[in-house]
Nanobody, 131 residues
Framework: QVQLVESGGGLVQAGGSLRLSCAAS????????MGWFRQAPGKEREFVAT????????YYADSVKGRFTISRDIAKNTVYLQMNSLEPEDTAVYYC????????????????????????WGQGTQVTVSS
């Protein structure tokens, strides 16, 4: 049973930083692309960043490029989202997700940006940025 558990959300002032964690369990994630998404009140869930678990390649939404960094710790089975220079527009529930990519795709694929590409989701963690 795959489990993704997010943590690290909270309230921060504009310009501040937070680091989100996603603890993954239940299987080896070497064949997965891991993603972060977010959903603001009244809006659709949107892509934030992805990382290929095996190769470590990353991809970002334009809105967070240069401010957010996604990384993974293979030994801890954990994915991180370091968020700097936070803006009120970043306020949302942030979700971790896992996209299964067997075979050669586990190395080649890293730009999984659509919600329907993902097989597993965490419960989300709230990030609130005050102005």
């Amino acid at each position: 049973q795959v489990q993704l558990v997010e943590s690290g959300g909270g309230l921060v002032q504009a310009g501040g930083s937070l680091r989100l964690s996603c603890a993954a369990s239940g299987r080896s994630f070497s064949s997965y692309v891991m993603g972060w998404f977010r959903q603001a009140p009244g809006k659709e869930r949107e892509f934030v960043a992805t990382i290929n678990w095996s190769g470590g390649r990353t991809y970002y939404a334009d809105s967070v490029k240069g401010r957010f960094t996604i990384s993974r710790d293979i030994a801890k089975n954990t994915v991180y989202l370091q968020m700097n220079s936070l803006e009120p527009e970043d306020t949302a529930v942030y979700y971790c997700a896992a996209d299964y990519r067997p075979g050669a795709d586990r190395i080649l694929t890293y730009r999984s940006t659509r919600l329907d590409e993902y097989d597993y989701w965490g419960q989300g963690t709230q990030v609130t940025v005050s102005s």
